[in-house]
């Protein structure tokens, strides 16, 4: 289905007009940022993002009344499709679920460290004054941006998804897993394929522990994996916490096996790496199609979320793994193309902790759009 982003960036400055002028004095200064570009700190903050437990910037949900976090979901639920909402508000609630696996211990250096109320809500400049504007909905395995200029969506990525656990039990013998289909899908599709295809596909036969480009503003060749330490607001200054922090890198890093080699094998570049649609059978096209759309069927409208996927599309699409070619076990994939990168990695708590990341190489925050636009029409 194809989004009007004119209409979408309509509903949504309705909606964020609603949530603000529900807030009170207190609480508008977490709430409201600088417009886009109009503060370079305020620029600074909102390419600024991340998917740990750690303080994403914002006003939280837990320090929100019940109709202004009501109000918060709906803005959520702007830039999402039926199964991007879902998936978001499942995330959400595995917090509570995580909470419980690790026994209710977890702090992070908070009251409460597996929290669904640390899910903060952000606005950079305010649309009942401007057309241009953006807002940020984030926390723990949940970081999404929006872009509006002029009233248009210019921009929707960074797009993360996580889950922890990736899969648990229901009752009825089925499972709650909110990114498996796409799992699934990845693993389908590399059953298919002929021992020549798979070794132009499988950069590895080792899973990185992690997604490579990170929680990084910008993508640059030879980018290779932020180790866990960095991914946080600002570091650890309690021994315990800094250690634990610590600690998990280094196990993750183990379980992996990876070495500095590795690493660099895995580096994101800006030419894909990896196994070319081209080189597929029709099945495998089809196959590995509905893939690509699987991985952009979350958010509404840009260039980057609503590619066609026709031939012409699919010629430009490259798969690259890492990771063994099984039904099961540690997996890393990516997809690629001239205006995606999507990125999956299940490695984490023995590959039942998965991250995504949908991301555009030439417009990850609407930097260039932004700059451009203010060119001409400078405030």
């Known amino acids: 289905m194809v989004h009007d982003p004119h209409q979408t960036a309509i509903q949504m400055a309705a909606v964020a007009c609603r949530w603000l002028d529900s807030l009170s004095a207190e609480q508008k200064p977490e709430a409201l940022y600088p417009a886009p570009a109009a503060n370079p700190a305020a620029e600074s903050e909102r390419t600024t993002w991340f998917y740990t437990p750690t303080d994403h910037g914002g006003l939280p949900l837990g320090r929100q009344r019940p109709r202004q976090q009501q109000l918060a979901m709906e803005l959520l639920?702007?830039?999402?499709?039926?199964?991007?909402?879902?998936?978001?508000?499942?995330?959400?609630?595995?917090?509570?679920?995580?909470?419980?696996?690790?026994?209710?211990?977890?702090?992070?250096?908070?009251?409460?460290?597996?929290?669904?109320?640390?899910?903060?809500?952000?606005?950079?400049?305010?649309?009942?004054?401007?057309?241009?504007?953006?807002?940020?909905?984030?926390?723990?395995?949940?970081?999404?941006?929006?872009?509006?200029?002029?009233?248009?969506?210019?921009?929707?990525?960074?797009?993360?998804?996580?889950?922890?656990?990736?899969?648990?039990?229901?009752?009825?013998?089925?499972?709650?897993?909110?990114?498996?289909?796409?799992?699934?899908?990845?693993?389908?599709?590399?059953?298919?394929?002929?021992?020549?295809?798979?070794?132009?596909?499988?950069?590895?036969?080792?899973?990185?522990?992690?997604?490579?480009?990170?929680?990084?503003?910008?993508?640059?060749?030879?980018?290779?994996?932020?180790?866990?330490q960095d991914l946080w607001r600002t570091r650890f200054t309690d021994v315990e916490w800094a250690g634990r922090l610590d600690d998990l890198d280094v196990r993750a890093q183990a379980n992996s096996a990876f070495t500095a080699a590795d690493h660099q094998i895995m580096a994101y570049h800006s030419t894909p790496r990896g196994l070319g649609a081209d080189d597929l059978t029709p099945d495998q096209r089809d196959m590995l199609r509905t893939l690509a759309r699987a991985v952009t069927a979350s958010p509404l409208v840009t260039d980057a979320t609503q590619i066609a996927w026709d031939d012409a599309a699919l010629s430009g699409l490259h798969i690259a793994w890492g990771g063994p070619l099984a039904s099961d076990g540690p997996l890393y994939f990516r997809l690629q193309a001239p205006r995606l990168l999507y990125e999956y990695d299940n490695t984490q708590r023995d590959a039942n902790h998965a991250h995504t990341v949908l991301r555009d190489p030439v417009n990850d925050f609407g930097i260039d759009v932004l700059r451009r636009h203010y060119a001409h029409y400078p405030h």
């Not at 872009?147 to 969506?153: F, K, M």
């Not at 289909?181 to 020549?196: H, V």
């Open 77 to 228: 639920a702007t830039g999402l499709t039926q199964e991007g909402y879902v998936a978001a508000a499942t995330i959400i609630g595995l917090e509570n679920v995580l909470d419980r696996i690790e026994g209710f211990q977890v702090q992070w250096g908070r009251e409460r460290g597996r929290d669904s109320g640390m899910f903060y809500v952000r606005l950079f400049g305010d649309p009942r004054e401007t057309g241009s504007w953006a807002w940020r909905f984030a926390g723990h395995h949940l970081s999404i941006h929006y872009l509006i200029i002029d009233g248009n969506v210019a921009s929707n990525t960074p797009f993360f998804l996580g889950a922890d656990p990736a899969s648990v039990p229901l009752p009825g013998g089925t499972c709650l897993s909110p990114l498996g289909g796409i799992e699934d899908l990845a693993r389908d599709f590399a059953s298919t394929l002929s021992k020549p295809q798979r070794s132009r596909m499988q950069l590895l036969d080792r899973a990185v522990s992690d997604i490579v480009t990170g929680n990084r503003a910008v993508l640059t060749d030879g980018d290779e994996m932020i180790h866990l």
